[in-house]
């Protein structure tokens, strides 16, 4: 099966899952270089945990004072005060031989250097002598401002400011920089540090799991447990496992990390990743490295269940993956209410082809075609010219059509006792412009009244009691109408246009032409008797109609019928009335027009 990502995406999607999972483990991240945050405020809680203590101290300096004795009067004094009595002569305060310092004498340049390792218990005294009162001791940021809100340090460690205590438990692998600021009255002294955290020890594999057919995206964490994601959503609920289907993948990227979601192996900094490797329980998985992606992509031959162990750094992560076979089904899904649309124009060779995926019996598959309900086909399923034909063997459809017209049908694929249906509309449209369909009726409420045909130069005679006849011309005498009934049709007689795209004009300009909605149709009524010659049009094509208009005694009477009657008067004619002929069919869309005039009596 082709993968539907290219390999840079499949690092992108996959090493980039694994990592946020490790980032989501540790709550702030991996292998950073963290110079402590400045911000206003004081640090925050302490949330201790792990095993071992790393405590480092250094003695501080002993406290200087500077005391000199009272000198001894040599005389005795005289009423007035001397002018200049020595302020050394009466004992004082003790004045601070040196000034507030850390014993360390660290600078920004060349702090003081600690290490731990993650899980670590932390505890470190930081003591400062001199000064004139009481010490206290907070935390700065690299740059020596308040912290507060520092993710990964202000979570794990907490100083205390009466005692110089530092202390908590390194969670992140990472390194940080930061000051503790001792202070004494107007004096304070400043301790450069940076506190460097190792990863622990590996407790597992914590990988992401994406599925060639991009419809799947787990992560695993490093005790199996199996997420469930979604896009924009991220993980959505735990699952016992991960289905996939026959034939399909899954790319694996994994990386070693320890309690915390540390990195034990290969560095973010770098883009290192180092090699993983997987194994199924079910020997005949293909399992392939890619290390251009840095990942493991396991190709599922079989249905059932195994289980996917991913082993890097020392440590294995297993979850399990349940394979199922794909469903015998068309590559192109359908219903009833969507089928599989193949549209042609009338006459024209349509081919499709109908393959199938999940076959039990890949050689052995049969195709057939069925009516629309399931019911079998035959010569009488396919209605108007249709035909339509499929191969046995491939599954090729082929066929023309003559009537513009819809079909539905099914396309039925058989294999190893199995079935899968295929829904499909075959619809066929007007082929290009061919000639006009043309009737002439003297009225629209009497079925057995006379009718004529236009098919270019012939115009053919229908009288009511059935004998047909050429003519020149349409008879009318002066003052009566003809209705005219065109469509534009094609080679096969199928409508190209309905009537309200003809333009339809006489070369007398006295006669009164009219379309009727009713009927579909356009009244033409001959106010003067002569040769008339009325033109219908459509789109750069023409047919003229000669009508012969004879004087009539009481032409200056006519009587014109009322319109808008909304009606037909005849609606249930037999079809020996080329009334009903002519409105039934141009209502039906004009098809064969002139043929079925022609043979209404067949």
Known sequence: ??????????????????????????????????????????????????????TTSTSADEMVTDESPTPVPTSTPVAETPAATPAAATPTAAEPDASLAFPEGTSADAPLVLTAT????????????????????????????????????????????????????????????????ATSGDQTATEYVELTVAPGKPVGVTFSAASSDDVGLWQVETDGTVWEQAVGQGRVKIVPDIPVQTGTSLTLAGLAVDAYGNRTTGSDADDE????????????????????????????????????????????????????????AFQDGSSTAKPIAIRPSAGEEFVRTFPVTGAPDPAGVRYELRGAAGEPFDDTSARNGLDVTIDPETGVLTGTGTAASSFRFQVVATSGGREAVA????????????????AVLSTDRDPDGEAWGVDS?????????????????IPARQGDRKLILAVPVDQYGNAVADHDA??????????????????????????????????????????AIP???????TAASVTKPAAGSGTLAYTGADESGPLAWALGLLAAGGGLLLHRLRRRRA
């Open 502 to 543: 003809l333009t339809i004009t006489s070369d007398v300009a006295s006669d009164e032409i009219t379309d009727d909605p009713d009927t579909a149709g356009t009244w033409v009524t001959f106010e003067h008797a002569s040769p008339h010659v009325v033109t219908v049009a459509y789109d750069g094509h023409s047919q």
């Open 1 to 54: 099966m082709k993968q539907s990502c290219t390999s840079t995406v499949r690092r992108g999607a996959a090493i980039g899952a694994a990592v946020a999972i490790v980032a989501a483990s540790s709550a702030f991240g991996i292998g950073a270089t963290a110079a402590v945050a400045d911000t206003p405020a004081d640090t925050s809680v302490v949330q201790p945990g792990g095993a071992t203590t790393v």
């Open 118 to 181: 993650a899980g670590d218990a932390l505890s470190r005294t930081f003591t400062a002598s001199g000064g004139s009162e009481p010490v206290t001791y907070a935390l700065r940021g690299e740059r020596g401002k308040p912290i507060v809100g520092d993710g990964s340090f202000d979570n794990d460690f907490h100083l205390d400011g009466t005692t110089g205590v530092l202390f908590g438990t390194a969670r992140l692998a990472t390194q940080y920089r930061f000051q503790v600021v």
């Open 457 to 473: 130069d012939t115009i053919t005679h229908f009288s009511p009691n059935g004998d047909e006849e050429r003519v020149d011309a």
């Open 423 to 438: 829904h499909v509309e075959l619809t066929v449209s007007p082929a290009a412009f061919d000639r006009f369909a043309v």
């Open 547 to 553: 009508f012969e208009v004879q004087a009539s005694a």
């Open 273 to 328: 990743y180092p090699r993983s490797t997987a194994t199924s329980t079910v020997a005949s998985d293909r399992i392939v490295w890619d290390d251009l992606g840095k990942s493991n992509t396991v190709t599922f031959t079989t249905g059932g269940t195994r289980t996917i162990t991913v082993s890097e750094g020392g440590v294995s992560t297993s979850f399990t993956a349940v394979a199922t076979d794909a469903p015998f």
